[in-house]
């Protein structure tokens, strides 16, 4: 790789880094002036469309009939589920925490394959899993106090089920190889799984009409569409081609340690030492099952 690719992957990751780290915040605050449903529906149909469109001038090409089906399925499991249920979930939590949380889809690959496929597990990557729910527990009873209240409760239990969620469609993904790019493939499942959230957002009455949406929550919707869904997405995937995987994993621990500065500075969230200390075993936990357990966790990074 030349030097000036070398730049541009590296610059490419600083952004992936950053700006996904910033969509916590963003979205913190956009969920309070536009309903958690409806915002996450608008951001994936908008940006789903706009790759699709992109990608289509140079490869103009429909998936199969089950392509579909499994795009529909992973746009489910990924945008509709997860990206959908972290965002209702941050408006009742703190920005960094719904960060921090999301981080352990490792975990969660780590215990399905040993679960589901009797897969082994080294015994430091185990380790690595008891140091990051202790971490967790850490942080959790550092709101001990907010955690009498049902809808932070609720928050935390959406975020744990956003992490279950991911890890799922991320299987589905890569056990069904799809004839398109995988650029139009992201704009096929952000775009269905947008429309399901639309379905449910209009189901549930969890909407304002457009004409009324203020211009706070554009603003957000159209941050998070560009930086968060299409900017740093194919930053990823250039990195990616790039750079080792070991390197591009740096996002994770980046990702909230930016949401809670952002939190910290910006919204005024709680801070303590032990709320420090807990991130901070937490992530230690993430490095340990993601360094011993690279056959399990290479391909789902």
């Keep these: 790789m030349g030097s000036s690719d070398k730049h541009k992957a590296y610059a490419a990751l600083g952004v ?12 913190k605050l956009t969920v309070q002036y536009l309903p958690a449903l409806q915002l996450t529906a608008i951001r994936n149909i908008i940006a789903g469309l706009l790759l699709i469109i992109y990608f289509m001038r140079s490869e103009i090409k429909l998936p199969s009939a089950k392509e579909f089906g499994y795009l529909f399925l992973s746009g489910f499991l990924l945008i509709a589920c997860s990206n959908g249920l972290t965002t209702i979930a941050i408006k009742f939590i703190p920005s960094f925490l719904g960060a921090l949380i999301s981080c352990l889809s490792p975990f969660v690959f780590v215990l399905a394959n040993f679960i589901f496929f009797k897969e082994k597990t080294n015994a430091r990557a185990i380790l690595g899993l008891v140091i990051g ?31 279950i969620t991911w890890p799922m469609g991320t299987l589905l993904t890569l056990n069904n190889k799809f004839s398109l790019s995988p650029y139009q493939s992201l704009g096929w499942q952000a775009l269905f799984g947008g429309i399901i959230l639309a ?32 900017l740093s997405f194919l930053c990823y995937m250039y990195a990616l081609q790039k750079l080792p995987l070991s390197l591009v994993t740096i996002y994770v621990y980046v990702n909230p340690l930016v949401a809670l500065s952002l939190g910290i500075l910006l919204l005024d969230e709680k801070v303590n030492g032990s709320i420090v200390l807990g991130a901070c075993i937490t992530l ?4 340990i099952v993601k360094k011993f357990s690279k056959k399990n966790l290479a391909k789902s990074s």
């Design 133 to 163: 729910f202790s971490g967790i527990a850490l942080l959790l009873t550092s709101f001990r106090q907010e955690m009498s209240d049902p809808n932070f409760a609720l928050g935390i239990a959406l975020s744990l089920l956003a992490v």
């Design 199 to 230: 379905i449910s957002s209009y189901a549930t009455g969890q909407y304002i009409p457009i004409a009324s949406i203020p211009n706070q929550a554009w603003v957000g919707c159209f941050y998070l569409i560009i930086a968060g869904s299409i």
């Design 16 to 27: 992936v880094s950053f700006f996904w780290g910033t969509t916590w915040f963003v979205s």
């Design 284 to 287: 230690l936990g993430i490095y």
